[in-house]
């Protein structure tokens, strides 16, 4: 088997497995990864919302917040494990696009 | 250590979108004279293993988490520059699509991880590794050594660039107008978190897979990387 094959494989267990990065956190009560807190929970933290944060926090509204659907807050795990996953599937196919397209002005002819 | 947007100011923003345009653009020439078509698969491989490797959060139980960048391991196997290059792109669709990292901070979230991390990672391999033989267990130590502190230098610089902000930026009252917290605690926090737990994940990631190709591929560890 050719090693780009091999890794193709692995990148789908990868992406097979990747709702791990959802569960575990949740599991042993992790919260936000440090400095990445929304402003809601900064203002736990800090006391106050500091006002540049709270202007530039809203600035951009991604399509696929934090790896799950908007109007998904609140659902299942099971819901949220196949956000993740499909998301994990986007990612890793919009990578290797733009990376291929990249490719063609970018390697040697 | 994806910093969002609101954690960093205007100043240091626009700094590390300065200081990566030039990195970016040589990052590009060099590549463009050294890759070859065939390798270009592998590059796209490389930006979507440090993609999905980062949605691996792992828990510090009641506390926090945070993940491997992968990062080294593509500098190990295509060279830094085109690493630069893959965990750019991995980096700005996690900041465009997923909300992961902030617009205003891609600069800095790519001068500590798509930067710093593989030039560190690369080099640091390359020294341990000089003259080790292919199957040699040095390679395995050598590639686990550069993951631990490639990211963690990576974790230092922002945890820097977070406690910088309440000192270049606060009321006149003295309330912080971006991250609140100053160097005493970013820094020792990302620092912390990293030399505890992530970076020894990402010391495994690499590890491993530099392990598994010595038994699968070894022509990969011998001189194929873009720019040595």
């Known amino acids: 088997m050719k090693i780009v094959t091999k890794f193709l494989i692995g990148l789908g267990v990868l992406i097979a497995l990747s709702p791990l990065g959802l569960l575990l956190p949740e599991h042993f009560k992790a919260g936000s990864a440090w400095g990445e807190w929304g402003a809601g929970e900064i203002r736990e933290l800090a006391g106050y919302i500091p006002k540049g944060l709270e202007k530039l926090s809203s600035l951009w509204s991604a399509p696929i917040p934090d790896y799950a659907f908007k109007g998904w807050e609140g659902r299942s795990n099971i819901s949220l494990c196949f956000a993740y996953i499909l998301s994990a599937v986007i990612g890793v196919l919009v990578c290797i696009g733009i990376v291929l397209i990249l490719g063609k002005f970018l390697s040697k002819k | 250590m994806h910093i969002p947007d609101g954690y960093l100011g ?3 923003c626009g700094l590390f979108y300065v ?5 970016w653009t040589i990052a590009s020439k060099i590549v463009k004279k050294t ?7 592998m590059l796209a491989i490389g930006a979507a293993f440090s993609f999905v490797i980062m949605m691996f959060n792992v828990p510090i139980p009641a506390g926090t988490t945070g993940h491997a960048v992968g990062g080294v391991l593509v500098a190990i196997l295509l060279g830094p520059w085109s690493a630069c290059i893959a965990i750019t792109v991995a980096l700005v669709i996690q900041a465009l699509l997923f909300g992961d990292g902030g617009i205003t901070a891609i600069g800095a979230n790519c001068f500590n991880m798509a930067f710093v991390l593989p030039f560190a990672g690369y080099y640091i391999y390359k020294a341990v590794s000089y003259k080790a033989s292919v199957n040699s267990p040095r390679r395995i130590f050598a590639a686990a050594l550069a993951g631990y502190i490639g990211i963690n230098l990576a974790a230092f610089l922002a945890g820097v660039e977070f406690g910088l902000q ?10 912080a107008l971006y991250c609140p917290y100053g160097l005493n605690v970013a820094v020792p926090v990302m620092l912390g978190e990293h030399l505890l737990i992530f970076g020894w994940v990402e010391a495994i990631v690499t590890a491993l897979v530099i392990k598994y190709l010595q038994k699968q591929s070894s022509e990969l560890l011998v001189g194929s990387e873009v720019v040595k």
Do not use: E, F, R
């Not at chain 2, 890759?35 to 698969?41: A, E, H, I, T």
């Open chain 2, 10 to 12: 205007p100043a240091t």
């Open chain 2, 166 to 175: 309440p000192l270049l930026h606060h009321t006149a009252s003295g309330q």
């Open chain 2, 35 to 41: 890759l070859q078509v065939k390798q270009v698969p």
């Open chain 2, 19 to 23: 200081v990566m345009l030039p990195i």
